[in-house]
C-alpha cells in the first residue's frame, strides 16, 4: 500500500511539473524518465499537466492580469510579460493566426509552450474554443517531439 501511495507521489508530482509555466513539458517528460517512469509513462502524465492548465489559463489570465496590473506591487511585472509576449508572438501570431499560435505552442523551446500560447491568445482576443482547441493540438505535438527525443536519449 505505501508503495502505491509513493508511486502516485511522483506521477502528481510529474503531471504538477508539467502544468507549471517555463518547465512543462520541456522538464516534466525528462524528470518522469529520470524517477524510472518510462518514457511513455513521463509523457502522458506531463501531456495531462500540460494540457488540464490550458482551459483555466484562457479563461482567467486576462482578468487576472488586467487586475494585477492596478496594483503597485505587480504592474510593473505584468507588464513586463504583456509587452514581452506582444513583441514575441503578435507579429507572427496575426499573420498566421491560429497556425502562428499552434506553431508558439507546439515548437519545444524555452518561453514557448502552453503558457506562453494561453498568455498570446488572451492578450490578441483570440475565440476561446479555437485558442483551446490549437494550443492542446500544439501541446500534443510539443509533447511527441519531447518524447521522441527522450525516448532516442534513453535508448
Known amino acids: ?9 511522483k506521477e502528481l508530482f510529474v503531471i ?12 516534466a517528460i525528462p524528470l ?4 524510472g517512469f518510462s518514457p511513455l509513462h513521463s509523457t502522458i502524465l506531463s501531456l495531462i499537466g500540460n494540457m488540464i492548465i ?24 505584468i507588464g513586463w510579460i504583456k509587452k514581452r509576449t506582444l513583441r514575441r508572438t503578435k507579429d507572427t ?17 524555452p518561453t514557448t509552450g502552453a503558457w506562453t500560447g494561453c498568455i498570446a491568445a ?4 483570440i ?18 517531439i519531447v518524447f521522441t527525443l527522450s525516448y532516442h536519449i534513453v535508448n
Request: charged content about 15%.
Open 32 to 35: 518522469g524518465i529520470s524517477m
Open 54 to 77: 490550458v482551459p483555466i489559463l484562457l479563461k482567467i489570465l486576462n482578468p487576472l492580469m488586467n487586475y494585477f496590473e492596478k496594483t503597485v506591487l505587480f504592474s510593473k511585472s
Open 122 to 125: 488572451s492578450l490578441l482576443k
Open 93 to 109: 501570431i496575426i499573420k498566421y493566426r491560429l497556425l502562428g499560435l499552434f506553431i508558439l505552442v507546439a515548437i519545444p523551446i
Open 16 to 27: 504538477l511539473l508539467g502544468a507549471t509555466p517555463l518547465s512543462e513539458l520541456r522538464g
Open 127 to 144: 475565440n476561446y474554443k479555437d485558442a483551446l482547441f490549437v494550443i492542446l493540438a500544439g501541446v500534443l505535438v510539443s509533447g511527441i
Open 1 to 9: 500500500m505505501l508503495e502505491i501511495i509513493k508511486e502516485i507521489k
